[in-house]
C-alpha cells in the first residue's frame, strides 16, 4: 500500500513549499528578459566588454617604454650673414656659421623602470657630419630630483 511505508510519507499536492521565487517575481523576470530594450543594452554591453578586457589586460602589463623626442622648434643663437664681425669661439676653436639650441627628451614611457641590466645597447645620438654638439645639459632627473 502506498501510505504503509513510514520512511516516505506521501505528500499531499496541496502542501508542497515552493523553493524560490514568487510567481508575481518570475513573471517580473519573464517580462524583463523578453523586453528588447533589455536585450539590447545586454548585447551592448557585450560587446563593449570584450574589447575593455583586452584593453585592460594590456595596459596591465609590466614594461619599461624608453621614448626619444627631439623638438621640432630649433632655436637660432648664432646665424651667418645677421652679425657683423662676430665670431664665435669654443674651447678656443672657432665654431661654425651657425649656431643652433635643440632639446632632445629622454624618458620612460612605461609602467616600470628601466634598470641598467635592462638597457642593451648604449643610447647614442648620432648628429651629420657637419655639425658637432658645443654643449650637452640635464636639466631633469626624475630619480635624482626625487619626482
Not at 72 to 97: D, W, Y
Not at 107 to 126: F, M, S
Not at 128 to 133: F, L, Q
Given at each position: 500500500?502506498?501510505?504503509?511505508?513510514?520512511?516516505?510519507?506521501?505528500?499531499?499536492?496541496?502542501?508542497?513549499?515552493?523553493?524560490?521565487?514568487?510567481?508575481?517575481?518570475?513573471?517580473?523576470?519573464?517580462?524583463?528578459?523578453?523586453?528588447?530594450?533589455?536585450?539590447?543594452?545586454?548585447?551592448?554591453?557585450?560587446?563593449?566588454?570584450?574589447?575593455?578586457a583586452f584593453y585592460l589586460?594590456?595596459?596591465?602589463?609590466?614594461?619599461?617604454?624608453?621614448?626619444?623626442?627631439?623638438?621640432?622648434?630649433?632655436?637660432?643663437?648664432?646665424?651667418a650673414g645677421q652679425t657683423?664681425?662676430?665670431?664665435?669661439?669654443?674651447?678656443?676653436?672657432?665654431?661654425?656659421?651657425?649656431?643652433?639650441?635643440?632639446?632632445?627628451?629622454?624618458?620612460?614611457?612605461?609602467?616600470?623602470?628601466?634598470?641598467?641590466?635592462?638597457?642593451?645597447?648604449?643610447?647614442?645620438?648620432?648628429?651629420?657630419?657637419?655639425?658637432?654638439?658645443?654643449?650637452?645639459?640635464?636639466?631633469?632627473?626624475?630619480?635624482?630630483?626625487?619626482?
Amino acid at each position: 500500500m502506498e501510505g504503509d511505508n513510514p520512511s516516505h510519507p506521501e505528500v499531499a499536492p496541496t502542501a508542497v513549499a515552493t523553493v524560490g521565487a514568487s510567481p508575481k517575481s518570475r513573471a517580473r523576470l519573464k517580462t524583463l528578459l523578453t523586453n528588447p530594450w533589455f536585450g539590447g543594452i545586454a548585447a551592448l554591453a557585450s560587446i563593449i566588454s570584450i574589447p575593455l578586457a583586452f584593453y585592460l589586460y594590456i595596459s596591465a602589463q609590466a614594461r619599461p617604454g624608453l621614448t626619444i623626442y627631439v623638438h621640432p622648434v630649433r632655436t637660432p643663437i648664432v646665424k651667418a650673414g645677421q652679425t657683423s664681425g662676430l665670431t664665435v669661439l669654443f674651447k678656443g676653436k672657432e665654431t661654425g656659421p651657425n649656431i643652433t639650441a635643440v632639446q632632445i627628451v629622454i624618458w620612460n614611457n612605461g609602467n616600470t623602470p628601466i634598470h641598467k641590466e635592462n638597457i642593451l645597447d648604449d643610447i647614442t645620438l648620432r648628429l651629420d657630419p657637419d655639425y658637432t654638439i658645443l654643449e650637452a645639459s640635464v636639466r631633469s632627473d626624475t630619480e635624482r630630483d626625487g619626482v
